[in-house]
């Protein structure tokens, strides 16, 4: 049982990148959409919105790799 939650730890990370892109996009099309419905400027903000969102969540998402990938190469030059 102790190896198994040491590989859940181990993923755990991984699994959360792909929730994070998400959350990324959505909540930023949602301020878009949430933006042309107050002022009428149906659909330039949500697409903005979406664009900023893809790219602020590319961007975490490989930094997250990144250091992940870091944390990998440490853990095997320790071993």
């Known amino acids: 049982m102790h190896q198994r939650e040491s590989v859940m730890q181990q993923l755990a990370p991984y699994l959360t990148l792909g929730v994070q892109l998400a959350a990324a996009v959505c909540v930023s099309a949602g301020v878009g959409w949430w933006i042309d419905e107050t002022f009428s400027t149906q659909p330039w ?31 095997d030059q320790a071993t």
């Open 45 to 75: 903000v949500l697409l903005g919105g979406v664009v900023v969102g893809s790219i602020v969540g590319l961007v975490q998402f490989f930094r997250v790799v990144a250091q992940l990938g870091k944390r990998a190469q440490r853990d």
